[in-house]
């Protein structure tokens, strides 16, 4: 435990820094993006102009994108939350879990079910909606940012968590529901990735790319 520590703090120092000390800018005239160092800390993470010079902070470039963009990607928008929340949750007590699920057990359970169909349900939904988007209607650009789905699949999956967690009967189904989310959320975060499905401000920041697939 005390090497999961260890590697966990590491992991949360270093994703900070790259929260707040690093900026990803994308030139309006140009494919061509920067991963530059900030003047000063900010929560900011991606800007469409440089209003400082670049050459004493460029850390790497490249056109239509830079060689590990797609890691600053996840940085940026959740791995800097959720390793710091997974470090965090090292130092929970186990029993302290168990008074707590065995306390709201009950009809809590019957209506965490209802919970968790209700999440899957809307799942289903909205990979369908993507799919039909892509295959019936040209063009991998959007008004809409599908990542803000993401909160569909990461309320399935603390859905079924607890369920996992409170129904020893149903530690099957409720791992189908956990499995279920994390491959919506997959498939979200792959469609945006791969330029298959992307807001239209953002295509137009990567150069206005085809798919990648």
């Known amino acids: 435990m005390k090497l999961i520590r260890i590697v966990l703090i590491c992991l949360t120092l270093f994703f900070l820094f790259i929260k707040l000390f690093l900026v990803q800018i994308n030139l309006a005239d140009s ?62 007590n186990p029993k302290m879990i168990s008074k707590v699920i065995k306390s709201i057990r009950g009809k809590s359970i019957i209506k965490l079910k209802y919970v968790a169909v209700v999440c899957v349900i809307c799942n289903v939904l909205c990979l369908s909606g993507l799919f039909f988007r892509i295959l019936m209607i040209p063009g991998n650009y959007t008004g809409f940012n599908i990542l803000y ?51 239209y401000e953002i295509w137009l920041k990567r150069g206005m790319p085809d798919p990648r697939f």
Request: aromatic share 20%.
């Open 31 to 92: 494919p061509e993006s920067f991963l530059v160092l900030k003047n000063t800390p900010a929560f900011t993470s991606y800007i469409a102009f440089a209003d400082y010079p670049l050459e004493d902070h460029i850390i790497l470039q490249g056109e239509n994108g830079y060689f590990g963009d797609g890691f600053y990607f996840h940085v940026v928008t959740w791995l800097w939350i959720v390793v710091p929340l997974s470090f965090a949750c090292t130092y929970i």
């Open 149 to 199: 789905l993401l909160f569909i699949p990461g309320l399935t999956f603390v859905a079924g968590i607890l369920v996992f967690f409170m129904d020893k009967k149903n530690i099957l189904p409720a791992s189908i529901v956990i499995v279920f989310a994390l491959f919506t959320a997959l498939v979200i975060i792959l469609l945006y990735h791969f330029n298959i499905l992307i807001p």
